[in-house]
């Protein structure tokens, strides 16, 4: 999961938002901070009690108080060779299909709340000649991951449902390949031109051993 530090100390586990979640000290401090001082009220006259109450929540439990949550614009930029269905956080998202997809830049924007989140990428071969996934993915309009950075996580073995769930464990999964044949050429890519493309091997069609792919781009919202 890439943990993205753009305002707040990235939260290892974020909770729903409900101080129930929690218990003991924990507990108190939540409900001291979101319920008793109203601490996510802004301005507050308590402010550095706030902050003293917020550090012993972390401290407690390596998370931020559950009421601190912000918002982000996410932009996923991606295409690949030839078709491909991607999902955000196991919800269908979009659908291109067709062999000349892979010469388009196709582009999603979204608000989303501090957690963890993940894109899922279905690729698959419709005319045999190459394979591969390429994307970007910017928060807050700074680039933060993209395909050959390789932190994706890649399989070609059906995964089964929920495989694009944030809360999916993809341990098994593989770091995916630089694509060492390169047949795309396309000015329609846009910000994805230059931007290495990635499979389970070489991309070269007639040596993959998947003509199908499943892709997760995880990251985590502070």
């Excluded at 409900?31 to 301005?43: I, V």
């Excluded at 390596?62 to 996410?74: D, K, L, N, R």
């Excluded at 089964?160 to 050429?185: F, I, R, V």
């Amino acid at each position: 999961m890439l943990l993205l530090s753009l305002a707040l100390s990235a939260s290892a586990n974020p909770s729903t938002g409900d101080c129930a979640d929690y218990s003991g000290q924990a507990y108190g401090l939540c409900n001291a901070y979101c319920e008793a001082m109203d601490c996510d009220e802004d301005p507050n006259a308590n402010a550095q009690a706030c902050d003293a109450v917020a550090n012993n929540f972390f401290a407690a439990t390596g998370e931020e108080p559950p009421c601190e949550i912000t918002e982000y614009e996410v932009r996923f930029v991606y295409s690949g060779d030839d078709s491909v269905a991607v999902s955000l956080d196991g919800a269908p998202y979009a659908f291109e299909n067709g062999e000349q997809w892979w010469s388009y830049a196709n582009e999603r924007v979204e608000t989303l709340e501090t957690g963890d989140h993940t894109f899922g990428i279905y690729t698959w071969d419709v005319g045999r000649v190459a394979v591969g996934v390429v994307y970007q993915l910017y928060v807050d309009g700074v680039l933060v991951q993209s395909s050959d950075d390789l932190g994706g996580k890649i399989t070609g073995a059906n995964p089964g449902a929920g495989w694009d769930l944030a809360s999916y464990d993809d341990s098994t999964w593989s770091t995916p390949s630089l694509c060492t044949y390169h047949p795309w050429n396309s000015s329609n890519l846009g910000v994805l031109q230059g931007t290495e493309w990635v499979w389970t091997d070489s991309c070269s069609y007639y040596s993959s051993a998947n003509s199908q792919t499943w892709t997760r781009v995880n990251f985590t919202l502070p």
